[in-house]
């Protein structure tokens, strides 16, 4: 079915896959007036782009992104804005091998399942290619946060067995290491482990955290349209995640109400709390607090080393996924946690602004 | 906004307080032609009903549940199925306290900020009582599920740092224990670690995993439809949910592809997997595996202990929140759990049937 | 599918059949703050009411609503409201002739097709009288609407070939009728012809209009979300409903650009329009002149004189639908008129919130 | 909003302005296997196609469509369908004149009402050009219902005040006349009129009536999702379009039940009608008979003949339209008819596969 769009009011609609002619999105009900240009998409495309450091492939992805619609005089006109971005560097002839078997941790059988035949190329639709248009779309949606003072930063936080020490946290190292850690020694120490896991001819899993400062209260509605089961969805719709935290997450289980819960108490004239276990959210609604997600991927399903597994005619293999892949997804996927959590935080401001009778008729007056 | 709708084409959208005159579910969607009656509902009901253990509250809630519409001569007719479940024994004589201040963990300072003010008797629409019509939907939808030869089973994992031993896993043992966990050994040492919680007025987390079976490949959408994802997005809209797993979920972290990847083998003549690291789902897709997901839940935040606070007047106080509260939210969600699966299942079920232009002319012709 | 919606942000979901136990209606999105009593519905309710006059049926249906959910201290709180209409004097016992065969006109045959039987009583799902559950969302959302400053008014125009004359045009004629009419004479005429009409045991169609005034302009969207084409399909889902216009509707086909055109004038200060045949909406998008919408209703298909069908076992019999039934549907459906045109327009108010950046960050300041 | 989409399972979402550098289309959820190239859009994009005849523009519009996904190996593959127009002939320096004022008829004025501002050139997002990507969408509708046996075709009705005979009606026709009309003297006729119509700097109005056969019974909802209320949603949103019909229309409004209602009879052993007043659809759903609509469209708004406006700076002026535009609508309107009739058509039959239980057992097993 239609499940190329996410969002209610900010929605986008992404198309394309790894191996044809190009691919995009396109947002809809982007509000008028934000002024927006390629350039302001440059800097989070380069974030994804592969080829930035020796953990991600050196394929060359030219993807850089052109504004098709929307725009006039340099302002979103309120209509929808298209941005395509073309697979120049893509070569199909590597994909012949692969269009006969099913490859361990991808997609490969379940869209041959689903669909009956599959784009075997690059892993089509299911590539990880397909989140440069989320991450064009992201960068809107991080614009118009940006001027309403809210910021979204994601970062990893672990890599294998390797985390981050809170107590170094130090923001400033997130951009200095190719992994994204706030943390200069477990950057170099996870910057080792995945030399020797790549040698190995293996891959590895990390964690990405993901903050929301300046976010209003009243985000997310009490039932369905929680705001984190909204981000969990948004962040599990990310291939490799197999986790989603919010707040202190899984952590929970093995604390107690009189030290979860997190006191109300009055700072500067205004209601906050002490801590901040819930993550910014309660009941589903946004509390004013940082808003805090992590997500976990698993280990890159390609890899050198040999893997059972079965072809089209129902034979048992072994097989090595040639190439050279990326030993560990979690660093150029950082800025696709952040693209997602601005996409579902500003939907649900937009969403938020008919809560209140007074302020719709205050808004028309 | 409409908040309260969950699902596409088998769609339930839920009403109702902790303290008004009644709560409920609407089901539209739901194919014409199933056998339905109460009967089929209650027994769901009685899982998440209260008072069945001394971990649970001995609030009497009368959970029955009568089907207004959508049923003729036994049988659903396609158009809205409308249940309702009376409030029959709530009283709000205890509330005008809760009604001045914010209690922690709980949904009263973000609804204030959203509305501009609160139903505060017993938690109003936040209340876990919604989960009741949560739970009157799931019943129709696992019924239909087993007409498709697929189960859901939740039970619970771990409490507190009392978790279950895989290696003495008990279907049968589920029911025959307060707390539905699946270790005799594991419950008893639960069961004591509730009672220690309680009498120090404290409250306890645990985690809830849940299994499907019997579902077909082909489940889900690749991009931001996917299974995983909507799964994610059920289980993080229920109250007190903080994390949200598939298959081995962040345990992932610390694995890698040579062996987190499920390699294809053969068996019986069919295409299945060796291992099932990834719960059933690839890039978003059903496998035809058993699906595998678990949730973490906090400590009920409701708890006798003295709590900081801050009132209605922004003067910070301490409270202790009164009444008889369940010491752990987790065997009452359980039932929520399997809801809240089977009502993501079912619904990916019905959009499957449109994948493939083969089986649409099959179908009309 | 799940049919029974309408809306986007102020969103309704009816359900029930004409003679189950009850039928009612769920508002999701309505805005916190809104004085609401059943006393706001009833009047609606009331001008839908059978047995108003010598042409409807003098049929009691107790059309009393009850409010259960979603208020609190006489205030909307922002949760779904929940309404529901018991059928207290229904009777069954008078359809099991009309079980066995496909009433002309009427959806017992489409219905038979679709789902593979019915609930043949009284049209159960497709009875006129889910319209009831309409009436009463209707009823808020033209509360809020007036709290705008919006009022939403429809009348009757054309009854068989008989047609108001708008040279007479007398607002407060209105509820001075049976009918509807703004127009004494028309209306002592129409009534004539289907006393005529009635005793001749046939039925006659008519034409309903409805104008908006003080909606501002801006409301809707340039391409699939008209204000138009939703009031269209708002318009056309009422049962009965056979043609839809706006503003001068196929008049236009008649006229020229030169006189078609609406001239922008200034008066007082403000941009207008010297005419409207444009019915209020340009491009889709209102223009904050009087929106103004027609629709034409066919001819009751229940009719006491013989007619030729075909029963379940594929015989070809003659019939005649026994019981009292209105000999017009239109008065009776005025108000469903103005019920659907303002849960348009309330909904697409509330979308418009979010079109200018300049608002979103003003809202957010 | 994101008001740039249409339909549930099938899922079209359009952009692009007449100016800008291109507009497309992204075809969401269409099924996979499906035989598809350009060569199957470009028949329906060169009858939207200016140029055609004396009675559109000369503007010579380059419509070619370029596929850039969800194609593999010539079928779809059941992800997003891209579909680009290149606007490689648009130029914009007429347009600096009609920036400063507001086109009677046009939205000019309800553009900058809702966003501020507008991309005037041509019409930008409101320009009758965005039709393009709704024909081309249209165009893989079409196809897959010519799959399922159902045919969709539209033609002009009536141009001004000259209507076809239905009794000359000759299908052969349709595509031997610039106006699609199925009645060759009406055609010569309404020829005539254009050209005095045009000479005298004005424009005309016109009727296109669709008519769907081979549709199955059971297409639609009973409630908000009515067969007849998509259709007229999907019509209206085109536009131009001020009047929706479905079957007799308007007309019922002058019937009497006895004759408006369709007998059921048996022919070749089928429930059948004997008249097909209604149009195909009763209660909602399709009853396996013709399905019959009809659009009124306005004269073109675009006139030389001079008129009065208003301009930003508030003041009242004179304006004369230049350019050389179509001196009626209608022509070029009939493909897009026929488009936004099969995406609902299409849209439907999808979501009916799950109407039935038993239809849901047999396709899983």
Chains 1, 2, 3, 4 share one sequence.
Not at 246 to 252: A, L
Request: with cysteine; aromatic share 8%; hydrophobic share 35%.
């Amino acid at each position: 079915m239609a499940g190329s769009s996410f969002g209610t009011i900010f929605r986008i609609t992404t198309w394309g896959e790894s191996h044809g002619k190009a691919l995009g999105v396109v947002i809809d009900g982007c509000p008028a007036g934000l002024e927006l240009s390629e350039n302001d998409i440059t800097p989070y495309m380069n974030r994804r782009k592969p080829g930035q450091s020796r953990f991600s492939t050196p394929r060359k992805e030219d993807d850089s992104v052109e504004i098709l619609s929307g725009i006039f005089e340099g302002k979103t006109t309120g209509t929808p804005i298209s941005m395509i971005v073309y697979n120049t560097s893509q070569k199909s002839h590597d994909y012949s091998e692969i269009a006969t078997y099913y490859r361990p941790g991808h997609a490969d059988y379940t869209f041959d399942e689903k669909y009956g035949f599959r784009d075997y190329r690059g892993g089509g639709r299911s590539s990880g290619r397909e989140t440069a248009a989320r991450v064009a779309a992201g960068a809107v949606a991080c614009k118009i946060l940006a001027q309403l003072g809210i910021t979204v930063s994601a970062y990893t936080t672990s890599i294998g067995d390797i985390s981050i020490d809170y107590d170094n946290f130090d923001k400033e190292e997130i951009f200095n290491n190719n992994l994204y850690m706030p943390d200069k020694k477990a950057a170099e120490l996870a910057s080792q482990y995945l030399q020797d896991t790549s040698k190995a001819g293996d891959s590895a899993g990390g964690i990405i955290e993901c903050v929301v400062t300046g976010a209003p209260s009243g985000l997310g509605d009490p039932v369905f349209e929680k705001l984190d089961a909204n981000l969990a969805k948004a962040i599990m719709s990310i291939g490799a995640v197999k986790g989603v935290e919010i707040g202190d997450g899984f952590e929970v289980v093995h604390s107690n109400a009189s030290k979860n819960n997190d006191a109300f108490v009055m700072k500067d004239g205004h209601v906050a709390k002490a801590t901040n276990h819930a993550g910014g959210i309660l009941g589903g609604i946004s509390d004013g607090d940082m808003i805090i997600l992590r997500a976990g991927f698993k280990p890159t399903p390609s890899i050198i080393s040999t893997q059972q597994t079965v072809n089209k005619n129902h034979e048992e293999i072994d097989i090595s996924v040639k190439g050279r892949h990326d030993p560990i997804i979690v660093p150029r996927a950082v800025v696709v946690v952040e693209a997602m959590t601005a996409l579902s935080i500003l939907d649900s401001l937009l969403i938020n602004m008919t809560s209140k009778l007074d302020n719709i008729i205050k808004f028309y007056k």
